[in-house]
């Protein structure tokens, strides 16, 4: 049965993910953002409502004829003076709203833990925020998780950052806390599967099948990784002081990791498994959750989503270097007096015979110290000067993707400490088409971070002049549209 549903929380890590699989249930989905645009550039098919949970005057129209509504928001990222009290009034400003416009349910996700222990104060207020949404007369299944082990995940990020950049980690005595991770593909399943399951109300406890310490999950990522790491343990390392360190490795914000790692004192599992049984799902072991989660793969979503992701993201800025999800993500642009299958056919042709459009003696150094080191070097040659095709070997990349005339994505194939991708994609717009090249790089431990420091001065050159030319190629040829676009 079609439903009008509010997703609190789009915008969001887990938001993010399920707003897709209730639309492909062929649902009517309503989003509320403080900011509407980037929602509605994200998903198009959706209704995009600006409101703001701190003013209740802004909800009502939001929850005009909504049956069921998922609240998955939280304050932290608001800076950490304050947030308990903002989720508070949050939840408490939804709740009532809700209940005035005839909601049939909340569903919520907020964190395990003991209430009966001392709990930190973000899991506390975790645990107050679904208590305040239940105290205004809408049922509530409230679903509680320790550590979700996705790509993008806050608490997974922290734990692949300190694992990747620390061969020697001085761990605090919360690396022995237990912990019972769940991956994010079971989670988004437990938060769909409750629309099936009307019946179930009150707090449900989700984890998957593994209890593990902090110390044994970074050693199983490490292991995965092929990477040794070496903890030395040190009791008077509070949380607190440990999270300034991790502030310090991690990019993610210190208003949300520093509430996050001082919540690591508390022990987080399953304590009564009963309510969440009535779903009948198996959530995957933590190793085969986690290698997912290095693999950006979430459950059935094609491993391109990710690409598309973050080569899509900040599409205003052509020229940037950003870090997201164990990821470096250099991106150049350009934008082209001609149609876009014109630009496609310029970047169709990159290497090979013909050499690379700038600097063709580096792109030969490179492959020459390719092959010095056992890898497979400059295979030079095509199998057609014009055209290629998935599976294709282009000098040391191989054609992983390619969608005519808008995408082309070749994966690294020559010795680096890491993987590496690079990718074109061509739009069109006002004047003629945008081409918008971006380099991912994924290091692997500290080596592989010193690789791409130490080449960026001569990857800048390279893909600068790359884009740069395969733009003046496409404006130039004859029956273009007339010259424009500058380089940013």
Not at 137 to 146: H, I, S, Y
Not at 162 to 176: G, H, K, Q, S, Y
Not at 283 to 304: H, N
Request: charged content about 25%; glycine content about 10%; proline content about 6%.
């Amino acid at each position: 049965m079609t439903q009008r549903i509010l997703v609190v929380g789009a915008s969001g890590y887990v938001g993010g993910r399920l707003v897709p699989l209730l639309a492909s249930r062929g649902h009517e989905l309503v989003l509320v953002s403080r900011d509407a645009r980037s929602l509605a550039a994200r998903f198009p098919d959706a209704t995009v409502v600006t409101a703001d949970l701190l003013e209740p005057t802004t909800l009502p129209a939001a929850l005009e004829k909504v049956d069921i509504a998922y609240y998955l928001a939280h304050s932290m990222g608001a800076g950490e003076r304050g947030f308990a009290d903002r989720d508070q009034k949050a939840a408490r400003n939804f709740a009532e709203a809700a209940k005035r416009a005839g909601v049939s349910r909340i569903i919520y996700l907020g964190g395990l833990g003991d209430d009966s222990g001392d709990l930190s104060h973000h899991l506390a207020s975790r645990h107050e925020t679904g208590a305040q949404l239940a105290a205004h007369g809408v049922p509530v299944t409230e679903f509680r998780a320790a550590v979700i082990i996705g790509s993008g995940s806050a608490s997974f990020e922290i734990l692949r950052h300190l694992t990747e950049r620390l061969p020697i980690m001085i761990t605090p005595r919360w690396v022995a806390t237990r912990c019972q991770p769940i991956g994010i593909a079971d989670v988004l399943d437990y938060l769909v599967g409750a629309l099936d399951h009307p019946e179930v109300t009150g707090i449900v406890e989700v984890g998957g099948p593994d209890i593990l310490s902090y110390g044994e999950m970074m050693q199983a990522y490490a292991r995965l990784r092929g990477l040794r790491r070496l903890m030395i343990p040190v009791p008077v390392l509070t949380p607190r002081l440990s999270s300034y360190w991790v502030n310090l490795i991690s990019p993610v914000p210190a208003g949300i990791a520093r509430p996050l790692i001082e919540g690591l004192r508390n022990e987080v599992v399953v304590r009564d498994p009963g309510p969440a049984a009535v779903f009948g799902l198996h959530p995957l072991p933590y190793v085969e959750a986690l290698g997912r989660a290095i693999d950006r793969v979430d459950g059935d979503d094609l491993e391109s989503t990710w690409f598309d992701a973050l080569a899509g993201s900040d599409r205003a800025t052509l020229s940037s270097v950003t870090a997201s999800e164990g990821m470096i993500v250099e991106r150049r642009g350009r934008f082209v007096a001609a149609l876009p299958e014109r630009v496609f056919a310029e970047v169709e042709r990159l290497g090979g015979d013909a050499g690379w459009p700038s600097a063709n003696v580096l792109w030969m150094i490179r492959g020459l110290l390719d092959r010095l080191v056992g890898g497979v070097g400059m295979r030079l040659g095509r199998r057609d000067p014009d055209h290629l095709r998935v599976g294709d070997a282009l000098d040391f990349w191989r054609v992983e993707e390619l969608r005519r005339p808008n995408v082309l994505r070749l994966r690294a194939e020559m010795k680096v400490p890491g993987r590496a991708w690079l990718q074109y994609e061509v739009t069109a717009s006002e004047s003629g088409s945008r081409l918008v090249q971006t380099a991912f790089f994924e290091p692997k431990g500290l080596p592989g971070l010193v690789y791409w420091y130490a080449l960026y001065p001569v990857h800048g050159l390279i893909f600068r002049g790359t884009v740069r030319v395969l733009a003046e190629r496409a404006g130039s040829h004859p029956g273009t549209r007339s010259e424009g676009g500058a380089s940013r």
